[in-house]
């Protein structure tokens, strides 16, 4: 196990900062979860000389080969099992800033969080995360089919946006597979992160994207066609 700060400290300088805010913010989330009211920069400013630490300490076991494994997933399971919202919040940068001492069998923890106090503010904060551990690991890149063909909408929205901002390193098969699969949904989130993933892939590739709508445009939503050509025009003339 990583010696590590006394994330305690932290968890008590977090109730600390409750405010009025914790109301509005909640609201904001449709009241899918308690908030203390820290908004995003206080929150991280909070969090920085902890994860500083948590860096140094993580170096120094890089150096030292360990087998063990760096990321502590005791800090990440309990911050992420307290009500308040800003602590998946925490979790979320903290596994974003270790990103690169992920193992390949971490992807299973990382499913855990996405289908676990889902909504789609955690779930779109860990999807960079996901995607640097699958484009390191490419042999984890069927998981991303498993996902794109399950039953939970956050893992199927997870497949197929986990490619964005990659631009040319896009995995262009993969992309039109894990779509194709969550075709059909009348689910918003899925819809709208389908858009949101073709919408970005067309700034590389818009004839790809255009091909993709045609091919499947009887199967797409109105929702993920306006969300895909927002930057371009093509008409959908099957509603």
């Known amino acids: 196990m990583p010696a590590l700060v006394n994330t305690d400290y932290l968890m008590e300088e977090m109730y600390d ?6 109301v ?49 997933w005791a800090f ?17 940068d903290y596994l974003k800033e270790m990103k690169q001492f992920l193992k390949p069998d971490d992807l299973e923890k990382l499913q855990e969080l996405v289908i676990s106090k889902s909504w789609w ?20 890149k069927s998981v991303m089919v498993d996902w794109s063909q399950s039953d939970n ?19 262009v098969d993969l992309l039109e ?11 918003f989130f899925i819809n709208k992160g389908m858009g949101w993933i073709l919408r970005d892939y067309a700034k590389t590739n818009q004839t790809w994207v255009e091909n993709f709508l045609k091919n499947h445009e009887s199967d797409l939503s109105n929702l993920t066609w306006r969300e895909a050509t927002k930057y371009f025009y093509l008409e959908k003339n099957q509603i």
């Open 177 to 187: 597979i894990t779509c194709a699969n969550c075709l059909g949904s009348s689910e």
């Open 24 to 72: 509005a913010m909640a609201k904001y989330q449709r009241d899918q979860f308690p908030f203390i009211g820290i908004k995003s920069q206080l929150r991280r400013d909070i969090f920085k000389p902890y994860l500083k630490e948590m860096k140094r300490v993580a170096k120094v076991q890089a150096k030292e080969n360990t087998d063990e494994d760096i990321i502590d």
């Open 76 to 92: 990440v399971k309990a911050f992420w099992d307290l009500p308040e919202r800003e602590f998946q919040y925490i979790v979320c």
């Open 153 to 171: 909408i956050w893992l199927k929205r997870t497949a197929m946006i986990y490619q964005l901002g990659m631009k040319a390193q896009t995995d």
């Open 17 to 22: 900062h409750r405010s009025e805010d914790a």
């Open 121 to 140: 503010d955690s779930v779109d904060s860990l999807v960079k995360t996901i995607g640097y551990l699958v484009h390191q690991h490419p042999q984890l």
